[in-house]
């Protein structure tokens, strides 16, 4: 902590910050030289902010309730990401603990990123599985080479919003987007269209909504500012004349939403084609399946476009009716719930019947007890943040079979407690990688 309340553009010294809540924008604009964790009162561990901090590498904590009124000025405090816990205060002991297991983390993630990084990630039986980075800024880029990623496979877009007076140009748009495309040359970069409202600041629009999840949001927000999509579009069709480009659209509930957000790529490509502006006529479109309904209708939404990516923040938080920004029903949050398990091996199914790539990109993707029953659920690719996960992922496909994955995950098909399966697949993976628990 510092010695008192600074504003965070005004820091002289490292911190931890401490705050009731933090908005996406104000994360995304963090100094991390100088703030090197931060807790909250509120929020969830799923949410944009939560997410914005993972990929900036900041250990952060949020939903604490009470940790403001906890802490002073000048106090010691450990922020532990991993386990979610913040230590006030901590004894020399404690401290000394804490400050010898960063160095074992440290060590351990780039001897692994060294070992792994030009090792491909397939399986002992030869089955591939794609490992991708999700990136917020351009600047992740970097990291995310260094430790292996084969893409990128979400590139959010909402960081061009966050903050800004005006909404951003198409050219704006397009260094952006081209600033990836160049340093991975022909590797995928999947990038979301945008994703606003919700707990997102939404550009424009000063309008109060009761339940802003379920409200005007991500790709209804597109439709209702077809200005604003257009730019984007113009933007990423220009892109993927110079690389791999893919276009994945959020937040689909129906087939109609899927083919009016094509039908919008296409006019968008008339209008290069006049101005005789490149771009690729073979761009491929995907759907992001994070609504209950999506799944339900995955059969039909495969039959019209390229791939899935499966969003498991949303699609969790709908499914369960949990607000991912709400601490006093996060316990209620859990990815190997039955009905999560069986959502997913029905999206998953219509990919596979439809012989389309289906990935994740959710923090359940991220999570690496959860790898080997997704890759049994008959999963293709992972998309993870942070970078550094990706060779621990990359150790858990190279160390199991295809065979043995999917008979982990009708195991976990099985439980009917969440609490026994949450253990089954951690002691899995704590067999192949304990130096990640």
């Known amino acids: 902590m510092g010695e008192k309340r600074e504003e965070l553009k005004n820091l002289a010294q490292e911190v931890v910050l401490v705050a009731h809540d933090l908005t996406p924008s104000q994360t995304a604009s963090l100094d991390t ?3 090197k964790g931060f807790a909250t009162d509120v929020g969830g561990r799923t949410s944009h902010t939560a997410i914005v901090a993972r990929a900036l590498g900041i250990p952060a904590v949020v939903g604490l309730g009470t940790i403001t009124t906890d802490v002073f000025g000048g106090d010691t405090v450990i922020v532990d990401g991993n386990q979610g816990v913040v230590i006030v205060r901590p004894d020399a002991e404690t401290l000394a603990t804490y400050q010898s297991k960063v160095k074992s983390i440290h060590v351990f993630e780039e001897k692994l990123a060294i070992e792994l990084k030009d090792q491909p990630s397939t399986m002992r039986d030869g089955r591939h599985i794609g490992i991708y980075g999700n990136i917020e800024f351009p600047r992740d880029i970097n ?4 430790y292996g990623a084969e893409g990128i496979g979400l590139y959010r877009t909402e960081f061009l919003y966050l903050g800004s007076p005006r909404p951003p140009t ?3 748009h397009l260094e952006a987007y081209t600033t990836v495309v160049r340093e991975l040359k022909d590797k995928p970069v999947i990038i ?3 994703d606003l409202g919700a707990d997102k600041f939404t550009y424009g629009d000063d309008r109060k909504e009761g339940n802003p999840f379920l409200g005007c949001r991500s790709i209804r927000y597109c439709f209702e500012n077809p200005s604003i999509f257009k730019i984007q579009l113009r933007a990423i069709l220009r892109a993927s004349a110079m690389g791999n480009v893919k276009i994945l659209f959020p937040l689909i509930s129906s087939l109609q939403e899927l083919r009016r957000a094509k039908q919008m790529v296409w006019e968008t490509m008339e209008e290069l084609d006049k101005e005789k502006i490149p771009f690729s006529r073979n761009i491929n479109m995907g759907v992001m399946i994070e609504v209950p309904s999506a799944v339900m209708i995955a059969d039909m ?6 791939f899935f990516s499966i969003g498991t923040n949303d699609l969790i938080q709908y499914s369960l009716a949990v607000d991912r920004n709400n601490e006093r029903v996060a316990y209620l949050y859990c990815p190997v719930h039955p009905a999560i398990l069986r959502l997913l091996k029905i999206a998953i199914k219509a990919a596979e019947d439809n012989n389309i790539p289906v990935g994740i990109c959710g923090e359940m993707g991220s999570e690496v007890e959860y790898a080997v029953p997704l890759i049994g659920l008959g999963l293709t690719e992972f998309s993870v943040s942070p970078a550094t996960i990706i060779p621990e992922i990359k150790k858990i496909v190279r160390s199991v079979t295809y ?4 008979e982990v995950a009708d195991t976990a098909c099985q439980f009917d407690d969440p609490e026994k399966t949450i253990n089954y697949l951690r002691n899995i993976a704590i067999e192949i990688l304990p130096e990640a628990f």
């Open 192 to 194: 979301r269209t945008l």
């Open 143 to 146: 990291v995310n080479v260094k």
């Open 170 to 172: 198409e050219e704006e």
């Open 301 to 306: 939404l495969a039959k019209e476009c390229d």
């Open 403 to 406: 065979e043995k994955a999917k």
């Open 33 to 35: 030289e100088k703030v």
